[in-house]
């Protein structure tokens, strides 16, 4: 099992930055993709940023040159830097992450709330 936990939502002002946090623990032994979707009231949850184990990282048209996605492996932790936020980047925000080798498993956060006011 593995527990992932976020941080770092918040109200921000349009144009303001956050940092979002998930810190994972517990039988981590191989992490293939780490990632963080989005949901907004009234709509699917999307994927919004995403890093492999090889470093390759992919993006939402929407949040293209604004948000980036890094990981930090020694502390078992992954980060979305958003900047030049915008109302319609309001959503709760999840981290993601895939684990495993022959077996894989989907390990989701509590997800974190990010409002950005215009």
């Known amino acids: 099992q593995v527990q992932l936990v976020e941080s770092g939502g918040g109200l921000v002002q349009a144009g303001g930055s956050l940092r979002l946090s998930c810190t994972g623990s517990g039988s981590i032994f191989r992490i293939n993709a780490m990632g963080w979707y989005r949901q907004a009231p009234g709509k699917q949850r999307e994927l919004v940023a995403r890093?492999?184990?090889?470093?390759?990282?992919n993006y939402v048209d929407s949040v293209k040159g604004r948000f980036t996605i890094s990981r930090d492996n020694a502390q078992n932790t992954v980060y979305l830097q958003m900047n030049s936020l915008k109302p319609e980047d309001t959503a709760v925000y999840y981290c993601n992450w895939n684990v495993g080798k022959t077996y894989t498993y989907e390990y989701w956060g509590q997800g974190t709330q990010v409002t950005v006011s215009s």
């Open positions: 890093i492999t184990s090889g470093g390759t990282t």
